[in-house]
């Protein structure tokens, strides 16, 4: 290369990072969308479309939420991981975005390469909860009965692959217990279900069975975070009786791979922003545990995540249908 090319890559690539840099400056200067790729309703939803309302507050663009549903929340995830590197087209998404593909043949994205995690916006405890009319009070009840009626018991899952169904597979197998596990297309028909007696069990969010506990509609014997909830003091924990046993549902925000660092580093300041006030009064309030911290926080979180998912899928032959 001659003295003039040279210098001319020299000017070209200071341009490049002068315009990257510009660009991160500039961001948002239009409407972000953020994609939740579920139907609206349910503690996904509600979360995402408090965090958009929040940096819509702090960026003065609005930030608004696509419900794209279908193929267990895969067809919205494929939707980002195609779209424009530009921060303008987001996901936010459950854990179930990084599980489903692993119980499908030919999955329509790969986490790891597809996707830039951001930020983690929240942990979910889920609960253990059962049908009222059940002779079983606490979690050492549920196990006496399971043994003592093998085959008798039914959990529900919300979805195939999903924190519900990893974490009911896990009580299963931790505590040796045969009870069947009976596929639901999504949570408000097993809960019907539940409270009307055809399943005897559902292991979902906190915030899904919380307002049927407190009503009477069905008891909630344990939670599966790793001490007891604020909103469900008197509940114990699985571990209590099981130790070790801990599990979470969790939602974040992703971008597409090629995301540029600077973009996404604003967008994890401001999500962290969003955290730190009301709005994470209002998740403490709703029984969730508030995330946070830097991209490299939250990208440790997923790999740890989904290797112990991963072990529990391949162990539980989990497959969707």
Not at 80 to 89: F, I, L, R, S
Not at 189 to 206: E, K, N, W
């Amino acid at each position: 290369m001659n003295r003039k090319n040279f210098i001319r890559t020299l000017a070209a690539t200071a341009m490049l990072g002068l315009s990257a840099t510009a660009m991160a400056q500039a961001w948002p200067s239009k409407s972000v969308k953020m994609i939740i790729p579920f139907p609206p309703g349910g503690t996904l939803d509600a979360i995402g479309r408090m965090l958009a309302q929040k940096l819509t507050e702090q960026t003065g663009q609005t930030f608004f939420v696509e419900n794209k549903p279908g193929g267990q929340g895969m067809i919205g995830g494929d939707a980002v991981a195609k779209a424009p590197a530009d921060g303008y087209t987001l996901l936010f998404n459950a854990s179930t975005f990084t599980t489903a593909p692993m119980t499908v043949k030919a999955p329509l994205y790969d986490v790891a390469r597809d996707f830039l995690p951001v930020a983690l916006a929240a942990k979910a405890p889920l609960s253990i909860a059962i049908n009222k009319n059940l002779p079983i009070q606490d979690i050492k009840g549920l196990i006496a009965y399971a043994k003592a009626n093998p085959g008798k018991l039914s959990f529900a899952i919300g979805s195939t692959g999903s924190a519900g169904h990893l974490s009911t597979e896990l009580l299963r197998r931790s505590a040796n217990l045969d009870f069947l596990i009976v596929p639901y297309k999504g949570t408000a028909p097993a809960f019907q279900d539940l409270i009307g007696g055809q399943i005897s069990g559902f292991v979902d969010p906190i915030l899904g069975s919380y307002n049927f506990y407190k009503s009477g509609m069905l008891k909630v014997i344990g939670v599966t975070s790793a001490t007891r909830v604020s909103t469900l003091p008197e509940v114990p924990t699985v571990s209590e009786t099981l130790p070790g046993y801990e599990f979470y549902s969790w939602y974040g925000v992703w971008g597409p791979a090629k995301l540029p660092m600077d973009i996404a580093t604003r967008l994890n300041v401001e999500v962290n922003k969003a955290l730190s006030g009301e709005m994470r009064d209002k998740l403490l309030q709703q029984g969730l545990l508030v995330g946070g911290g830097s991209m490299e926080d939250f990208a440790k979180f997923q790999r740890e995540d989904m290797a112990r998912s991963a072990k529990i899928i391949a162990e539980g032959g989990i497959r969707a249908e």
